[in-house]
C-alpha cells in the first residue's frame, strides 16, 4: 500500500486489512522518506516499507525477506 493515496492513506489501510484479519503480506511504499510514518505502518503490520522508485530487486528482496 502507499503511504498517500487519494481517499485514506496507507496506513489507516492497513488498521482496516488487520481488523479485517488479513492473512497476506503487506508492504508499503512512499515515493518520500518520511521515517515516523514508515515505522507507523510497520508498527500497524506492514512487513516492510519500501521507498519509490521500487526496482524489481528491492520488490523480491521485500517480499522474501
Do not use: H, W
Request: aromatic share 4%.
Amino acid at each position: 500500500t502507499d503511504l498517500n493515496m487519494p481517499e485514506k492513506n496507507g496506513i489507516e489501510l492497513i488498521e482496516e486489512l488487520m481488523r479485517q484479519e488479513f492473512k497476506g503480506t503487506i508492504l508499503g511504499c512512499s515515493a518520500e522518506n518520511c521515517e515516523k510514518e514508515m515505522q507507523e505502518m510497520i508498527a500497524k503490520g506492514a512487513k516492510e516499507v519500501i521507498t519509490k522508485p521500487i526496482s524489481m530487486y528491492k520488490l523480491v528482496q521485500a517480499l522474501s525477506g
